[in-house]
């Protein structure tokens, strides 16, 4: 069964910094990454996904995340926090043929120092 | 697009009665819900796929008789917890697949959280 690694449980960053949150899996066939967002009282949000092509994917909110199928991972990165990106940061696979379960990793909680 | 909806969005129940969640896709339809269950700091974890027009398939250690679930139409899921008890209580999330194929994506709902006494 596949399963998602974060190592960060908790990142604390000023306002202005650059983020990178990490995200490994365990799967050695084809995967479909994506990154969910869930703010302080609220649903989880998706911020970016990747199915094939381009390994660099952008979401929203100046979000982007790359592929690296040589190091199963998909971090997630933003080249300048805002207080408003304080959340916890949720990466997922799912399996890209069939199964169409999600696997989620143990989350990071994102906290931006104004 | 791609809106999920969940009612109540909390409930508080005594111990020993049964209470029903409701899963809803707005602006699609959707042949696969799934219900999951959250823990305070914690991740997400799958409790079922409930399935259109069949029965759900329950994640191993979910008791499926006690987490009822029922997809009776392609825009809304229900999930019963028959005979809540305090360890009940939780936060408990549904998501409903957009898109097909390769493309399919997981929309989540608001979540409902429940309280038994």
Redesign the interface.
């Known amino acids: 069964a596949q399963s998602v690694s974060q190592h960060n449980h908790h990142v604390i960053l000023s306002e202005a910094a650059s983020l990178e949150l990490g995200c490994n899996y365990s799967y050695g066939g084809t995967v479909n990454l994506f990154w969910y967002v869930q703010y302080p009282g609220q649903h989880l949000q998706l911020l970016l996904k990747y199915f094939s092509g381009d390994p660099l994917v952008k979401g929203i909110k100046g979000f982007e995340a790359e592929f690296i199928k040589s190091k199963f991972s998909f971090n997630l990165r933003k080249p300048s926090v805002q207080w408003s990106d304080t959340a916890e940061y949720f990466c997922a696979v799912k399996l890209h043929f069939g199964n169409e379960k999600l696997t989620f990793g143990t989350g990071t909680r994102l906290t931006i120092i104004p | 697009g791609a809106v999920v909806s969940q009612h109540p969005s909390w409930v508080i129940c005594k111990s020993g009665t049964s209470v029903k969640i409701e899963c809803r896709s707005l602006d699609f339809q959707a042949t696969?819900m799934?219900w999951y269950r959250q823990f305070p700091?914690?991740?997400?974890m799958?409790m079922a796929?409930s399935n259109e027009g069949s029965k759900a398939t329950y994640e191993q250690g979910v008791e499926k008789d006690k987490f009822l679930i029922n997809h009776a139409s392609l825009t809304l899921s229900t999930l019963t917890v028959t005979s809540a008890h305090p360890e009940d209580s939780s936060f408990y999330?549904c998501?409903a697949?957009s898109g097909t194929g390769?493309?399919?994506?997981?929309?989540?709902?608001?979540?409902t959280r429940l309280l038994v006494l």
């Open positions: 696969t799934f700091k914690q991740s997400l799958l796929t999330i998501s697949n390769i493309q399919e994506t997981q929309y989540f709902g608001p979540g």
